[in-house]
Every structure is written in structure tokens, then in C-alpha cells.
């Protein structure tokens, strides 16, 4: 009498109960640990409270005619030179730039260069005020055209901004519509100019361009009359500050990293021991399909990851703290952030399965298995200074290593905390923001494709090279 394969695989299930029953404490240990490393988020959580503005914020009007406060700045090195240089010159150009110097409170020398040339290796070695650059065939013109080019030449980087460990960065990211992490509320809701990364205001970048430009309107009708201008940002509503999430961008990652390691190795060191024991090519011998025998353990793995990444959604998108109303997770989605860490587990699961079939040893594979689970994240850990500046498809090749793919997509679930929307079935597959090009949806497809490509392996190595002890 021939056993089904249903009656084969339900004794392949009791079989590793009886395994899962028997070593009680790992079991336990594979889903405790998880929990713990998410209590211990909850405790930072707890620890660092948000700030809450419970009136709008108005903020000070700033003059556009005053650079002033950059004397006041003793830390500008080397010192400012308070001239202004401009090409080509001209007679013309002469008097608008002249005029421009009226409009602010510092007396500036105006320096004239005759093209555009000379005057940029002048400010690569002279720290000067400002350069204005005007196309070189302006050099013979005896009125201005109706639509009058310029460029103002700055340094790379800024002057007035200096903190430690900044030197690699403090540019005026150009680059950027948004800043790279955005906060709820107010953006540096302490500075009337809006602060860094624009800083356009300290670096005197507005106050010489509304000057030049009043100077451009002058030399066209010089009886007109300007009204007083002023810079201000526009009022914000109630709003609070959480300087957590900008933390949690980056160790959320790895604290899901440390928390399924121990479920890795343990998955690994058992599915090996079996080899080890020739329990896998006895059970071939009498009749298991291969494939059997990986649905089941498949099967096992899975229900002890549900019941892991049910808690841990709980935990993190539930507030249990008693000082403020905030979770890890305040704005998202239940289920889209259970769904993601399913997709994850899925991943992994296949991982431990690829890992396994390398190593007839079970302590051995282990041991490699966890060396190779913090090797799988290292491609996140190095390419995320350099993030904005990758291509998607660099990004997603990175993702091929899934718990680089899921560093990703927690980094970018906590962006999406931080514009108070929360990730949401909705916004799955929208970028942050329009400087982007990574969706958390893209990281959860290749996560799929990682799934795949680790079953498909461990099924290959498993036929080529079944171990010592093979049939």
C-alpha cells in the first residue's frame, strides 16, 4: 500500500512539530526575539518625545537689503572679501552693477573682468562676496535686451554653514526639490529664512539677486518708484516636531536585520542536520519527492514568521508609551506593513532553504549562514550616503541581496511617516518624494524576485551536488 502524497506531507509536518516541540526554548527564543528587539524601539520611542505646537507658527519678516550679519560671523574662513566682480565689462554693465551696490547696507568694491574666464579663476582663488555673469556679448551693448540673462557665481560650498563632520556635504544641493527626509510640521521651524538646505537667505544669494534685479528694472525706467520687499515664509498650522523619525531612517533596518538573525541560523543549522544525519537521503530512499520535503519545512518556517510579524506590527504601529500618542508607525497602514514583512519573511525562508544545500555540516552552515545574513545587508549600509546620487537600476540590482531590499523599503516607510501620510496601499509604488525614484513597492517586487532566485538555487545545488551521502 503506497502513502499519498497529502499522507506524506501531513507526517512530514508532524515530524517537524515533534522537532519544533522538542526544542522548546529555540522555538521560543525565534519568536521572542523579534518581540525584544522591537521593545527595545518602543523604549527609544518612549525616550524621545515630539514636540507639539498647538498655535500656528508665524514667522519674522526679513529685510532683502541687508548682508550685514555676515560680519558677524567669525567663523567664516578665510574671510569674506566685500567685493562684488562681474564680466564682461562694459560701461553699461558698469553702471547696473554700481547701482546693485546702493540697494544693500555693505559697501562694495565692484570689480570688472573682461570675460566670463577671467573672472571665475579670479573667485577660485579669492574668496569673494559674489561674482555676476552676464553673456559675454553684453561686452558691446548699448542698452540692455528685454530679457536680460545672468548667473550668480558662489562658492560650491556654503559659507555661513559649518558643523562637524558637514564639510563632505554642506553644498546647496541643487539637486534636490525637497529635502532628502522630511518632517512632520515645519521645516526648521527655529530659522525665519528656512535654514539649511536652501540657505539662500544667510548665504546673501536673495539679497544680491533682488538688488541686481531692481538695478536691471532701474536702468529700464529710472522714475520708478519701489515699494519696500520683504522675505517671509508663509505661516504654518499646528504641527508637531518628531526628531526621531530621522533616527529611525536608518536603524530601523537593523534592527529587523538582528531580529530574524537568530531564526535564520536555527532554520539552517536544523534542515542541515538532517543531511548531516542522512535522515534526508533515507526519507528519498523511501519515496519523499524533493518537493515534499521543502513544502514542509516551508510550511514550519512561515507559521512561526506569521506569529512574529503579527506582534511586531502591533507593537509598531501601536503606542504603549506613556509620554506621548506616538507609535513607530503612527500614520500607516496595518496591514500594507504586516504585508511587507510577509513578503519579507518569504525571502528569507527561501534564503535559509539556498544557504542549507551548500553545507553538509550543520554547525558549519550556520555559522556561514549567519556571517552571510550581515553580508546581505552591507550593500544598503554602503550605499546609503551615496543614495540620491544612484540610478534605480542600481538600486534595484542592490535589492538582489534581500535584506539590502528591506533596508530599503524600511527606510523609505519611515520617509513616508515623516510626511504624516504613512505608507498606504495608495502611495505602495510612489515615491517619497519627486527627487526619487525607489518606491517601497519596487523593494517589496524585488524582494519577490529575491524569493525566486534563492528557491531556484537551492533547488539546483540540491540536484548537482546532494551532498556526501547522495543518491
Request: aromatic fraction near 14%.
Amino acid at each position: 500500500m503506497t502513502t499519498s502524497n497529502w499522507g506524506k506531507f501531513v507526517l512530514l509536518l508532524w515530524k517537524n512539530w515533534i522537532i519544533t516541540k522538542r526544542h522548546y526554548l529555540q522555538t521560543f527564543f525565534e519568536i521572542a526575539i523579534p518581540i525584544l528587539a522591537c521593545i527595545l524601539l518602543i523604549i527609544i520611542r518612549g525616550l524621545v518625545d515630539a514636540e507639539e505646537f498647538d498655535e500656528p507658527t508665524v514667522f519674522n519678516p526679513l529685510e532683502l537689503d541687508t548682508i550685514s550679519h555676515l560680519r558677524d560671523n567669525p567663523e567664516i574662513e578665510p574671510p569674506i572679501i566685500y567685493s562684488i566682480a562681474y564680466s564682461p565689462e562694459s560701461p553699461l554693465l558698469q553702471s547696473v552693477v554700481q547701482r546693485s551696490v546702493s540697494y544693500l547696507d555693505e559697501a562694495l568694491e565692484v570689480l570688472a573682468f573682461a570675460n566670463a574666464q577671467l573672472m571665475q579663476a579670479h573667485l577660485q582663488v579669492n574668496n569673494v562676496l559674489v561674482g555676476i555673469e552676464f553673456p559675454d556679448a553684453y561686452a558691446t551693448l548699448s542698452q540692455l535686451p528685454d530679457q536680460t540673462i545672468l548667473s550668480l557665481r558662489y562658492p560650491s560650498e556654503m559659507r555661513t554653514f559649518r558643523e562637524t563632520g558637514s564639510e563632505f556635504w554642506n553644498n546647496w544641493q541643487t539637486e534636490r526639490v525637497f529635502p532628502q527626509f522630511q518632517v512632520p510640521g515645519a521645516r526648521q521651524y527655529e530659522r525665519d529664512d528656512g535654514g539649511y538646505p536652501a540657505n539662500y537667505y544667510n548665504e546673501t544669494f536673495l539679497q544680491v539677486q533682488s538688488a541686481i534685479s531692481r538695478s536691471i528694472l532701474q536702468e529700464r525706467d529710472p522714475n520708478y518708484q519701489f515699494p519696500d520687499v520683504y522675505l517671509s515664509r508663509y505661516p504654518y498650522p499646528p504641527f508637531y516636531s518628531d526628531v526621531l523619525l530621522t533616527g529611525l531612517e536608518n536603524l530601523l533596518p537593523l534592527i529587523i536585520v538582528i531580529a530574524f538573525f537568530y531564526t535564520c541560523i536555527n532554520t539552517v543549522k536544523y534542515i542541515t542536520v538532517e543531511k548531516e544525519r542522512q535522515l534526508k537521503e533515507a526519507m528519498k530512499i523511501m519515496g519523499l519527492s524533493s518537493w515534499l520535503h521543502w513544502t514542509a519545512w516551508f510550511v514550519k518556517c512561515i507559521i512561526l514568521l506569521i506569529i512574529s510579524i503579527s506582534i511586531l506590527t502591533v507593537l509598531l504601529c501601536v503606542s504603549i508609551t506613556g509620554n506621548t500618542d506616538l507609535a513607530i508607525f503612527t500614520f500607516a497602514d496595518w496591514f500594507a506593513i504586516w504585508f511587507y514583512l510577509f513578503i519579507y519573511s518569504l525571502a528569507t525562508i527561501t534564503f535559509c532553504f539556498m544557504m542549507s544545500t551548500f553545507f553538509s555540516k550543520a554547525n558549519t552552515a550556520s555559522g556561514i549562514a549567519g556571517l552571510m545574513w550581515f553580508v546581505f545587508v552591507m550593500p544598503y549600509n554602503i550605499a546609503f550616503s551615496n543614495y540620491d546620487t544612484m540610478s534605480l537600476s542600481a538600486k534595484l540590482a542592490l535589492c538582489l541581496f534581500h535584506n539590502s531590499a528591506m533596508s530599503f523599503g524600511f527606510m523609505l516607510i519611515m520617509r513616508h511617516e515623516g510626511t504624516t501620510n504613512g505608507l498606504q496601499w495608495s502611495n505602495m509604488f510612489d515615491p517619497v518624494t519627486v527627487d526619487d525614484d525607489l518606491s517601497v513597492g519596487a523593494t517589496m517586487m524585488m524582494l519577490l524576485a529575491d524569493t525566486v532566485i534563492y528557491l531556484v538555487i537551492a533547488l539546483y545545488v540540491e540536484k548537482v551536488f546532494p551532498g556526501e551521502y547522495g543518491v
